[in-house]
């Protein structure tokens, strides 16, 4: 399994640079997909998955 970290830009409102920079695939409409360079060289960093949006309360 290959694991990827993507961005869908759905309104063309993010900063394309910046999210290339992050190290995710940025994809949006209208616009070119850009990827992350994988020159060596180019450290991309592991993060901790973020925490849930949304907790849900048993009732």
């Known amino acids: 399994m290959v694991r990827r970290h ?3 830009d759905g309104r063309n409102c993010l900063d394309a640079d910046a999210m290339v920079a ?3 695939t940025y994809i949006s ?3 070119a997909t850009r990827r992350p360079s994988t020159k060596a ?3 991309v960093e592991k993060q ?3 925490p849930p ?3 849900i309360a048993s009732e």
């Open 6 to 8: 993507v961005i869908v």
């Open 22 to 24: 992050a190290g995710f």
């Open 53 to 55: 949006l949304v907790s």
């Open 41 to 43: 060289g180019v450290a």
């Open 48 to 50: 901790a998955p973020a």
């Open 29 to 31: 409409m209208g616009r």
